[in-house]
């Protein structure tokens, strides 16, 4: 199970599937290997729903990202 968390103020948004992070990792770019951050805004929330993101991350990163132009997302590996 992956979690996902506000990068600005930690705040838990949820989780999603190994799938569904591998989509992330293969369509947004990294600064380095160990990378575990995005920033997203609604052109990529758009971009990612071109490209075929699931409709339940679609979904996921809208309701995240609510009314605020952009924000920092981090995922972690739950153990």
Known sequence: MITLRDGETN?????I?????QFLIDELEEESAEDTD????????D???????????VAFLRK????RGGMQ???????
């Open 17 to 21: 599937t190994e799938e569904e992070l």
């Open 11 to 15: 705040e838990l948004l949820g989780t």
């Open 38 to 45: 995005y920033y997203v805004d609604g052109d990529t929330i």
């Open 47 to 57: 971009m990612l729903e071109e490209d075929g993101a699931s409709a339940g991350l």
């Open 64 to 67: 995240a990202l609510g009314s």
């Open 73 to 79: 997302i981090r995922w972690f590996r739950s153990k």
